[in-house]
């Protein structure tokens, strides 16, 4: 989940091949705009030319680390169809909206997007239950959002490290 697409702010993205694509022109994505303007699919995984040209440095550059996974969700729809994965990102988001009405001290946005997306979800929703009880075992206020944020991250920052993922943004350079 990109933090573009879970603002609330006039700069939101409405996610890939959203309802009303080719109605709103689709000015933001050259990547839909090619396949669901350009080319009448779905997403780009339907193209024969996938992974094309505008993929190229994707994963070295992008400061946005939530595009790190795109990817391989392209290569997972082409060979499993779009379900399962829509099935998993719902349950990303779910975690994610839990993360951000839980433990966001008004800092965590991004943060959280990038743990949404990056870590596998068996051990994003381990962390985050890890996470909820650490809150209940401290007994933490539920108003104290900062101390709450602090457990988050330090949670979620041991499975990254343990995975070897980095949810840090990119400088592309530095």
């Known amino acids: 989940m990109c933090p573009r697409y879970v603002t609330t702010a006039a700069s939101r993205c409405p996610g890939c091949a959203p309802a009303g694509f080719l109605e709103m022109g689709?000015?933001?994505?050259?990547?839909?705009?090619?396949?669901?303007?350009d080319r009448g699919y779905?997403?780009?995984?339907?193209?024969?030319?996938?992974?094309c040209y505008r993929f190229a440095a994707w994963d070295e550059g992008d400061s946005f680390v939530?595009?790190?996974n795109s990817i391989g969700n392209l290569r997972r729809v082409r060979e499993q169809g779009l379900e399962p994965l829509l099935k998993e990102q719902g349950a990303r988001i779910a975690v994610l909206e839990a993360m951000l009405s839980e433990f966001d001290e008004g800092r965590s946005k991004s943060y959280c997007c990038c743990a949404a997306t990056l870590l596998?979800?068996?051990?994003?929703?381990?962390?985050?239950?890890?996470?909820?009880?650490?809150?209940?075992?401290?007994?933490?206020?539920?108003?104290?959002?900062?101390a709450k944020a602090k457990i988050l991250h330090r949670t979620v920052d041991g499975v990254a490290e343990d995975l070897g993922i980095s949810l840090k943004l990119r400088n592309p350079g530095h």
């Open 26 to 37: 689709g000015p933001w994505c050259k990547f839909t705009r090619c396949a669901v303007r």
């Open 120 to 146: 596998p979800l068996a051990e994003l929703q381990r962390a985050m239950e890890d996470a909820r009880r650490t809150v209940r075992d401290e007994d933490i206020a539920a108003a104290d959002v900062k």
């Open 66 to 68: 939530s595009h790190l």
């Open 42 to 51: 779905e997403t780009c995984a339907e193209c024969s030319e996938f992974p």
